[in-house]
């Protein structure tokens, strides 16, 4: 017994007529007639009740089509994952990111590719961007967002690197604070005040910022206290402990309980995108990359 008897029978068990099986699978009507003929030999029972113009199921039958299709979904099955491991197609995708800058990219993005790719199950890993580098170096994540750092060449060796969005830099004040009356404060003006950071342990690549933005003024910002991450930054901030200096995305997490400040003159923007070893991506990891760039598009 072969699949292409199955597949006969069962056209012909559906079609209840040879003639249309035969339209419906593109092969000569002798031919069907023949593989069941063959098919019943084998088994050694009767599959249909034959008349001049259609066919009839016997009871045998019956039971014979629904045994037949679940064991054509099971190769069916079979070939679709034999294929999945042939094409390098991991069943669990690990990304790395950051929540802040991923705020507006990344529901989509993981909307898109549940929807082409559902058997695959993304891992998602909140890291600094340092964490999310060596993720990728190590071979513990497959795909990352990252924050493009000033000297992305040398970091980003032997990596492949997409920008996908360019954030604002925004001075993000307490709604009670005096300068959130207005839309827009110098440099000059933000450095003489206190700021909150994240922590320079935690985040170096903070800290090179900051000092670059503020490098073409004389006043440098005070750091009144460090924080692990946005969940103790932010309400350091609306407590009125001090300013901090953060992408425009950064209103996508706070929402009315922060002003978000222009700075003049205006920094150069953060830009942020999504990053892979340049050794070939597995097909579901191409597939995400692809999600991405669509998300960013929109």
Known sequence: MELRHLRYFIAAAEEENVSRAALKLHVSQPGISRQIR????????QLFERSAKSLKLTAAGKTFLAEAKTILQRADEAVKNA??????CVGELHV????T???RILPPTLRAFQRAMP?????????????NIAGL???????AFLIRPPDFKAIFRGMRFEELSRDAVRLVVAPNHPLARRNAVSLEEAAREAFVAYSRKDYPDYFEWLSKIFSAVKTKPRIVEEHDGIS??????EAGTGVAIAGESFK????NRLKLLRLTPEPEPVAMGIAALKDKLSSAAEKFWQCAKTAAGE
Do not use: M
């Open 252 to 255: 996508c997490v706070a929402g």
């Open 119 to 131: 058997n695959v199950r993304v891992k998602l890993h909140d890291l600094t961007n340092q964490e």
């Open 38 to 45: 063959d098919l019943e030999d084998e088994i050694g029972f």
């Open 232 to 237: 103790s930054l932010l309400p350091a901030i």
């Open 101 to 103: 800058p991923t705020t």
């Open 96 to 99: 790395g990111y950051s929540p």
């Open 137 to 143: 170096r190590e071979g513990k994540l497959q795909l």
């Open 83 to 88: 294929r999945a491991v042939a094409e390098n």
